[in-house]
């Protein structure tokens, strides 16, 4: 569902591919570690769970979770460091799995 939503030319296509990717994406949500860590809405001011993911130079899809606590949306920056966290810990296992656009 991730390539269909990077390989979408036009909004109209992508609007057609909305409802399934956030289907997909929420189901990826719970079979994560991350899902099975995150505290309870009621002890904290809100959660927000993110999906950073790239094509390794062989094109396979990696997903990584990213899960961010506060109120409000947090700002792009803390996003750039969930995904940048995310990218060494992948690679740390994989060293080959860089994003293929980084090569």
């Known amino acids: 569902m991730i390539l269909a939503w990077n390989e979408a030319t036009d909004a109209e296509e992508r609007k057609g591919l909305l409802q399934p990717l956030v289907i997909a994406l929420g189901a990826f949500a719970r079979s ?3 899902w099975h860590l995150m505290p309870p809405l009621n ?3 809100g959660l927000h769970f993110a999906v950073v993911d790239w094509q390794d130079q062989n ?3 990696i997903m ?3 899960l ?3 109120e409000k ?3 792009i920056e803390d996003f750039i460091s969930g995904m940048a966290a995310q990218l060494a810990l992948h690679l740390s296992h994989f060293p080959d799995g860089l994003p293929k656009e980084l090569l």
């Open 68 to 70: 961010l606590i506060g």
């Open 59 to 61: 094109n396979n899809l």
């Open 73 to 75: 949306v947090p700002p």
């Open 43 to 45: 002890e904290v001011d």
């Open 64 to 66: 990584r979770p990213i």
């Open 32 to 34: 994560t570690h991350t």
